[in-house]
């Protein structure tokens, strides 16, 4: 117990002078001493000292040192008191966080749309820099496989034009596709009407370019034979090519098999529609197949038409002469075929004997038609070397009805400038360098 001051009426003055001196500092020590035993539980004592002039005090000692008053408001700064926090404490927390939310997400989509816009800048300009320097070529090409090794070392390019569709008909039997009938019946094909008034001897005609082809095929195994030629007839249903029409007669009539042959060694072109792109495009061809550009061309075609190859085609392609063979052929030639002592070969034999006998003024009245016709075709060619003006570009137009895009400037981008060549004159030959 601390014990109190007895206060009288005559010792007022006495304590408000010492008495109340001595009160207060007793008070205190032992406030300090309670204080004391406090900390010992962690508690923060209270100052008991604590008036209002105090207090005034130390608010106009904040005032008068504003360096003070900042300080405290940082350091006193709590985190309710951040933008953010305070929002997501608010109310319409919900709606601020959405709010938050979908901006964030708004800022990262610009970004990425950003990045992307200028990787495909970068992408473009590259593209655009590869196909200069490749003088157009595709990066398609990337996709195609690289060219068989034993390919690779073909070095002539023996070609068959197409100049009809052979449909197969409808084989019933073994014997069809031994018979002379099945593949001589005009039924079987899509011909021109001029072929149609001669149409055994144009079958013929046809067959025997295919047999003559195999054969020089056969014997010089640096060859690789390409029949050429498109989707030219609207009636064939956008499913057979002359090509490969040709093709699969060649397997038909057993003669890829019978000769010898490496099937490797065939192929088709499916996109010429005139005696130029079948030289043209099967020089290409033979670039996609191989790797390399052919030394030597060689053509198996008609008879009337060795003028117009080696007098205009070769001129218009600049290609030498020396490295260049014309084979002709006669319809006969292809009815060796059926002359094999195989009996699955002899049916027709006689008739073929027959036809000889009485064709020979057929053959003469088809033969000059086929002079006529081609007379016509070869000034065409002499006006217009190239075939892209006037007539010859309107046959090219009427023998592609199923819109087939040439892919040859990318497969060949040395022949690019020579596939694209259409002078205003019609005759100035291409100037630009060629792989011969």
């Not at 130029?276 to 191989?290: A, G, H, P």
């Not at 292809?334 to 027959?354: L, Q």
Request: aromatic share 8%; with cysteine.
């Amino acid at each position: 117990m601390i014990p109190l001051p007895v206060i009288t009426p005559n010792s007022n003055k006495q304590l408000s002078d010492s008495s109340s001196l001595d009160l207060i500092i007793r008070t205190n020590n032992n406030n300090n001493n309670n204080n004391n035993n406090n900390n010992l539980f962690g508690f923060k004592p209270f100052n008991s000292n604590l008036t209002a002039s105090s207090l005034i005090d130390r608010s106009r000692l904040r005032s008068e040192e504003p360096w003070r008053n900042t300080s405290d408001k940082n350091h006193n700064r709590s985190f309710s008191d951040v933008l953010p926090t305070r929002l997501l404490l608010s109310r319409s927390r919900v709606t601020n966080l959405a709010v938050m939310i979908l901006t964030g997400i708004c800022l990262v989509s610009l970004y990425l749309n950003l990045r992307l816009s200028i990787q495909n800048t970068q992408l473009i300009s590259e593209s655009s820099s590869d196909l200069s320097k490749n003088s157009g070529r595709s990066n398609n090409l990337g996709a195609l496989p690289v060219p068989d090794l034993n390919n690779s070392k073909l070095r002539r390019l023996i070609v068959v034009p197409g100049h009809a569709i052979y449909l197969g008909g409808v084989v019933r039997s073994e014997s069809d596709l031994t018979s002379y009938y099945h593949y001589y019946d005009p039924r079987n094909w899509i011909l021109e009407p001029y072929q149609s008034r001669w149409a055994n001897l144009s079958i013929r005609t046809f067959i025997s370019h295919i047999y003559r082809a195999l054969r020089e095929a056969s014997v010089d195994h640096q060859s690789l034979l390409i029949y050429s030629g498109g989707q030219t007839r609207q009636s064939s249903n956008q499913t057979i090519s002359e090509a490969s029409s040709y093709l699969r007669l060649s397997h038909q009539l057993g003669l890829i098999s019978d000769l010898g042959l490496d099937p490797g060694r065939i192929t088709t072109e499916e996109f010429a529609t005139d005696s130029l792109t079948n030289v043209l495009y099967s020089i290409c061809r033979f670039k996609e197949y191989t790797g390399n550009y052919p030394d030597r061309v060689t053509v198996v075609g008609q008879t009337v038409k060795s003028s117009r190859f080696r007098e205009l085609h070769l001129r218009a392609l600049r290609y030498p002469k020396a490295s260049f063979d014309y084979i002709t052929t006669v319809p006969d030639e292809s009815d060796r075929i059926f002359y094999k002592p195989r009996s699955r070969r002899t049916d027709g034999i006689d008739d073929i004997k027959d036809r000889r006998r009485d064709g020979v003024e057929q053959e003469e009245k088809s033969f000059r038609e086929s002079v006529e016709g081609e007379r016509k075709v070869y000034l065409d060619f002499e006006r217009d070397l190239y075939g892209c003006k006037t007539v010859l570009r309107r046959k090219r137009i009427k023998r592609n009805p199923f819109r087939r895009y040439i892919p040859y400037s990318d497969s060949c981008p040395e022949l690019s400038g020579l596939l694209k060549w259409c002078p205003k004159n019609g005759v100035d030959i291409y100037p630009n360098k060629l792989p011969w």
